[in-house]
C-alpha cells in the first residue's frame, strides 16, 4: 500500500464527500475488477483518481484544462483564488489582525488573542526558516529587475540554501549573500550580467558582495559540485554592440579580433573583460561608418577610457 493509498482510508467518511464522484470513462473494467468487489472510482482534490471503497489508486488525472482569458468578464469568471505553498515554513501565516474579512474592527479581546497567536507562531519558527522569509523575497525581486532566467534563480536559490544551513549569514548581511549567491548562479552559466548591475539594483556595496561571494567559493560551491567559471568577452562584445547600435558585422569582427590576438598571445589571466570587449568593439567599429568615440564606448562598458586606449592597443598590436 503506497502513500496516497494510506492517506485516502485514514480519511473519515464526512471527508470524502469533499472529493468529486466522478467516474472516469478511460477506466478499464480489468481494473475495476482488480479493485474490489464494489469499485467506486473518484478524482480526489490532488487529480488522483482512486477507490472510495478500498483506497486502490490508478494514477494521476488532469481534471480540467486552463483556458486563456481576453475579456474582462472571462479573467473574472476564471479567477483562481487557491493558496500557493510555499517549499518552507508554515502553510498558515497567524498575523496581528485588527479586522475580520469583512473589514470590521475586532474586539480588544480578539486582537489580543490573534497577537498571542502570531508570537506562539513565531517563537516555534526556526531561524533559518525566519532566514528564508526574508531572503526569497529580495531574491526574487532582484532577478527580475534584471531579468535573470528561472534556471538561474532556481542555482542561485538552492546556493542561498546551502549558505544558511552552514549559517554563514550570522552577524553578516542577508542582502549581500542574495546579491553574491545570484552573481555565482550567473558565473555558473555564464550568463552576461554584470557584478556592477547586480549591486546598483541591490544597493549593497560592491566590496562586501565580494567579501560574500569569497565565501560562497570556498565554503558552498564545493560542497554543491558547482563550478564558478570566469567571464568571458565574447558574450559582452554582442551584448555591448546591442546598447550602440553597431551592426552584426561589426560585431563578429569585434569577436574574430579578440580570437587572433589571444592566438598571438594576448593574455586574458587578470585582465578586465569588460575592457577587453570595449576594446575590441571600438577597434572593429574604428574603420568603418558605426565609428563610436572612445566616450561613448567606456560609458556603456563602465570602464574608463584609458583601460579601453590600452586594450585597444594591445589588440591592434597583436592583430596586426
Not at 13 to 25: A, D, K, S, T, Y
Not at 39 to 54: A, L, T
Not at 200 to 229: I, M
Not at 271 to 280: F, N
Request: some cysteine.
Amino acid at each position: 500500500m503506497n502513500i496516497n493509498q494510506w492517506q485516502i482510508m485514514e480519511k473519515p467518511m464526512l471527508e470524502v464527500n469533499r472529493f468529486e464522484h466522478i467516474h472516469h470513462p478511460n477506466l478499464k473494467e480489468e481494473e475495476e475488477e482488480h479493485c474490489c468487489d464494489n469499485p467506486d472510482p473518484i478524482i480526489s482534490e490532488d487529480g488522483i483518481r482512486v477507490c472510495r471503497n478500498c483506497g486502490l489508486t490508478f494514477g494521476q488525472e488532469m481534471v480540467c484544462h486552463e483556458r486563456r482569458a481576453y475579456t474582462a468578464e472571462e479573467i473574472r469568471s476564471r479567477q483562481r483564488t487557491e493558496p500557493r505553498w510555499r517549499s518552507f515554513g508554515p502553510r498558515t501565516v497567524i498575523t496581528r489582525v485588527k479586522n475580520d474579512a469583512r473589514g470590521r474592527l475586532l474586539p480588544a479581546k480578539k486582537q489580543a488573542f490573534f497577537s498571542r497567536l502570531s508570537k506562539i507562531q513565531g517563537s516555534l519558527i526556526n531561524s533559518i526558516e525566519r532566514n528564508y522569509w526574508e531572503a526569497k523575497p529580495k531574491l526574487q525581486t532582484l532577478a527580475n529587475k534584471l531579468s535573470i532566467p528561472d534556471f538561474i534563480v532556481e542555482t542561485a536559490w538552492k546556493i542561498y540554501c546551502e549558505v544558511a544551513r552552514q549559517k554563514l549569514t550570522m552577524g553578516r548581511s542577508i542582502e549581500d549573500f542574495v546579491c553574491a549567491s545570484l552573481y555565482a548562479a550567473i558565473r555558473i552559466y555564464n550568463f552576461s550580467r554584470l557584478l556592477e548591475e547586480l549591486t546598483e539594483v541591490a544597493n549593497v556595496p560592491p566590496r562586501s558582495v565580494h567579501r560574500a561571494l569569497g565565501l560562497l567559493l570556498r565554503n558552498v560551491l564545493p560542497v554543491l559540485n558547482l563550478k564558478y567559471r570566469p567571464i568571458n568577452p565574447e558574450p559582452l562584445v554582442f551584448r555591448f554592440g546591442n546598447e550602440l547600435n553597431l551592426s552584426m558585422a561589426v560585431q563578429k569582427n569585434a569577436v574574430q579580433l579578440l580570437i587572433t590576438a589571444s592566438k598571438h598571445g594576448l593574455r586574458r589571466m587578470g585582465q578586465d573583460p569588460k575592457g577587453l570587449a570595449a576594446a575590441a568593439l571600438y577597434v572593429a567599429a574604428k574603420g568603418t561608418n558605426e565609428h563610436k568615440t572612445q566616450n561613448q564606448i567606456a560609458g556603456v562598458a563602465r570602464v574608463t577610457e584609458v583601460t579601453l586606449r590600452t586594450h585597444a592597443k594591445q589588440i591592434q598590436d597583436l592583430c596586426g
